[in-house]
């Protein structure tokens, strides 16, 4: 087992930035691959970034390309979402999840799930 745990969701301002954190606990960290995954109202859940265990493969939605940096580590069993220039379009629920194998970008194929975040940017 592998229980995630995010947090640093808030309300932001279109332009500004939020760091996102996802604390894991359980089975060794380095296994798995790391992914965000964000649902907004009415939506599909839908893929964001991923990084390897290794921490130097990273993928990442056209959306976010640019703006999104996806991060870890190891030592200390955590992952990061750093996003900058936020958009209102940006506004979910943000999720961590695991999964065993990288580059995936499908929820339906994911290991472990946190809870989720939210984040909210207004115009």
């Known amino acids: 087992q592998v229980q995630l745990v995010e947090s640093g969701g808030g309300l932001v301002q279109a332009g500004g930035s939020l760091r996102l954190t996802c604390a894991a606990s359980?089975?060794?960290?380095?296994?798995?691959?790391m992914n965000w995954f964000r649902q907004a109202p009415g939506k599909e859940r839908e893929f964001v970034a991923a990084?390897?265990?290794?921490?130097?493969?990273?993928s990442y939605a056209d959306s976010v390309k640019g703006r999104f940096t996806i991060s870890r580590d190891n030592a200390k069993n955590t992952v990061y979402l750093q996003m900058n220039s936020l958009k209102p379009e940006d506004t979910a629920v943000y999720y961590c999840a695991a999964s065993r194998s990288f580059g995936l970008r499908r929820y339906d194929v994911m290991d472990y799930w946190g809870k989720g975040t939210l984040v909210t940017v207004s115009s």
């Open positions: 359980g089975r060794t960290f380095t296994n798995y691959a």
């Open positions: 990084i390897g265990g290794s921490g130097y493969s990273t």
